[in-house]
């Protein structure tokens, strides 16, 4: 039992790190242009060291995806059903369930939108995580 109860300690850390290093990408972009942003800047703000960051990221491209994937999932499972409605009333309630969702998190959008309209770099990242 004492080996399970370490897995799953071990498990709920990996997911808290992946959380802090993508709320850390979130602060950064707000306070860099993500060309600048270094992955020893990410590592600091969060406060582990770059080898943890390279257990569960391959490069900063990769954590911008999935922190883009992380906020957009949510979206498609909770709206794509709305999608296949094909009435004016439906059409209303998915843009008003839109707008909402988008309010909610106005910031991190504003966030990484920012980063695909002002740097080359983000505009390819942003849209590989939509495919």
């Not at 059903?81 to 439906?90: E, G, R």
């Amino acid at each position: 039992m004492r080996r399970r109860e370490e897995r799953v300690v071990r498990k709920l850390s990996s997911i808290q790190t992946i959380e802090q290093l993508k709320k850390g990408m979130l602060d950064l972009l707000v306070q860099k242009e993500y060309q600048e942003i270094r992955i020893t800047d990410l590592t600091s703000k969060v406060g582990i060291n770059r080898t943890t960051f390279y257990l569960f990221y391959d490069s900063k491209d990769a954590l911008f995806e999935d922190l883009c994937a992380s906020l957009l999932v949510p979206f498609y499972i909770k709206y794509y059903p709305i999608t296949l409605k094909q009435d004016a009333q439906d059409e209303q309630e998915l843009l008003t369930e839109i707008l909402l969702f988008v309010e909610k998190f106005q910031s991190a959008f504003a966030r990484i939108f920012n980063v695909h309209t002002l740097h080359g770099d983000g505009e390819s990242l942003l849209i590989s995580s939509l495919e």
